[in-house]
């Protein structure tokens, strides 16, 4: 372990290792890469201090080493203690930027992590599942948390200064959902950009990104068969609907459990089976939690699943599945194991945890595929510099994407996969403005 002012990494000699697969992102990120050249001349974001907290990938990496290219100088601290790739952990330190992650990070690392991120006295924050944003707003609020204690552990006496801040974005729904009810109850204290729910961002990133990536990550753990097998889906939302497609390709049979009888009524009519949890639990052989929800699936589920059923989380945090209820069910505990863990049961049923019930396509897989982070990198790298440009004029509240950063990174995803469109013609795009026009 490497502790410094300016890093706390796992292992710095895995850098050579970690630039080779920075560059194996980077090479299928072609926006980004566009992004970054560009960057490279105007420098956007001289000088300017950014705080992230992000999954410590190699996609991330690409991002963060354009951010830094335009200029700014970068703090990176983990958004998940077992995300994070140690290998690319290493490598960025070498490239200048300041890294305070390692994978396996207690919760008092973690939150030690975000104070040191912190350190630099940020004038953007760029966020993953809103617990840096939050946390900055706890301790202006003057909210009492108990890992702010660990937070200042990092942070030192100084604390941060909400007023340097000229804004932030954030990555995933959990966040957003976050940040929202920060605004609701008028205590947000600067302007968010909520990557997220971009289209471009969330038509693609969730389902499609996240939809591969737990099919690999339940593959890579388990290894195990999936036609034939039955998968409950929690929650038909933009992530659910991508993991049940996936997993309907692979040839399992797919069922979907909602709250929401609009996404229910979806999945049924897209021809999923739809019942409630009960029904779903007792049938199951494979859950996956995809809600942004707590306990979705606890003790009245566990006590009917099948004897050898795999659980697995690919929601933000690790509160999907109720470990204390698998805990208060379990007379031994076994790691089978990396990331599967056997829980039996007091009436001889085991059932199997993956990725400690943390997102398993970052756990036990790489998270999504370069080529879609190069979508929501790119989204996040203009919303950066959106953010610096308009400073001191962005209303404090959380905005979308401006819809010309979307589109620009939608049409040059396009282009870099040899993809032209069409336009309308001046006739069209008239009628489809003019409300005169009808039949
Ligand atoms: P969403 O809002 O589109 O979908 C969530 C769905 O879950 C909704 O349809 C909702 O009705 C349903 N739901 C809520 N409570 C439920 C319950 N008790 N039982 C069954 N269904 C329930 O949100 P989205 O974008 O699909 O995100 C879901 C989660 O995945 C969030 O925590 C998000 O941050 C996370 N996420 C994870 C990624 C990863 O790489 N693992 C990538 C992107 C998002």
């Not at 390709?249 to 999945?267: K, Q, S, T, W």
């Amino acid at each position: 372990m490497e502790k410094r002012m300016d890093r706390w990494i796992r292992d710095p000699a895995l850098s050579s290792e970690g630039s080779r697969r920075i560059a194996w992102a980077e090479a299928r990120m072609p926006v980004l890469m566009r992004i970054r050249e560009r960057f490279r001349r105007e420098r956007p974001l001289e000088g300017v201090r950014v705080s992230a907290c992000l999954h410590v990938t190699k996609e991330t990496a690409a991002l963060v080493r354009t951010l830094r290219e335009g200029g700014a100088e970068v703090a990176l601290c983990a958004s998940n203690p077992l995300s994070t790739q140690d290998e690319v952990a290493a490598a960025l330190v070498e490239d200048d930027i300041r890294v305070y992650a390692f994978r396996g990070m207690s919760e008092e690392e973690y939150y030690e992590a975000i104070g040191r991120a912190l350190a630099i006295g940020p004038e953007v924050t760029v966020d993953d599942g809103a617990d840096l944003t939050v946390t900055v707003h706890k301790l202006a609020h003057g909210i009492p948390s108990p890992e702010l204690n660990w937070v200042r552990r990092g942070l030192g006496a100084e604390g941060v200064e909400v007023e340097g801040i000229a804004g932030g974005t954030e990555e995933t729904t959990t966040g957003v959902i976050r940040l929202k009810a920060l605004e609701r109850e008028g205590r947000l204290l600067y302007p968010v950009i909520a990557v997220n729910d971009s289209p471009t961002k969330s038509l693609f990133d969730n389902p499609i990104g996240t939809g591969q990536s737990t099919i690999d990550a339940i593959l890579r753990a388990t290894g195990i068969l999936l036609a034939g097998k039955r998968v409950v889906v929690f929650g038909y939302g933009r992530v659910g609907s991508g993991i049940a497609a996936r997993a309907r390709g692979m040839g399992a049979e797919v069922i979907v459990v909602e709250v929401d009888p609009v996404r229910a009524l979806n999945a049924a009519m897209n021809g999923y089976r739809v019942c409630n949890s009960l029904e779903a639990a007792r049938v199951g052989d494979v859950f996956i939690t995809a809600t942004g929800n707590i306990n979705v699936i606890r003790r009245e589920h566990m006590e009917v699943m099948k004897d050898g059923a795999v659980l697995a989380n690919a929601g933000h945090y690790d509160v999907e599945i109720s470990l204390k209820d698998l805990r208060d069910l379990s007379v031994e505990v076994e790691e089978v194991s990396q990331h599967v863990k056997r829980y039996r049961t007091r009436d001889g049923r085991n059932l199997y945890l993956l990725a400690e019930g943390r997102l398993v396509n970052l756990v036990a897989a790489e998270g999504h595929p370069s080529e879609v982070m190069d979508l929501s990198f790119s989204l996040q790298a203009l919303s950066v510099e959106h953010v610096v440009k308009n400073r001191g004029r962005l209303e404090v509240k959380v905005h979308d994407v401006p819809a010309e950063i979307d589109r620009e990174v939608a049409m040059t995803k396009l282009r870099t996969m040899g993809i032209e469109i069409d336009r309308m013609t001046e006739e069209q795009a008239r009628y489809v403005s003019d409300w005169r026009l009808g039949t």
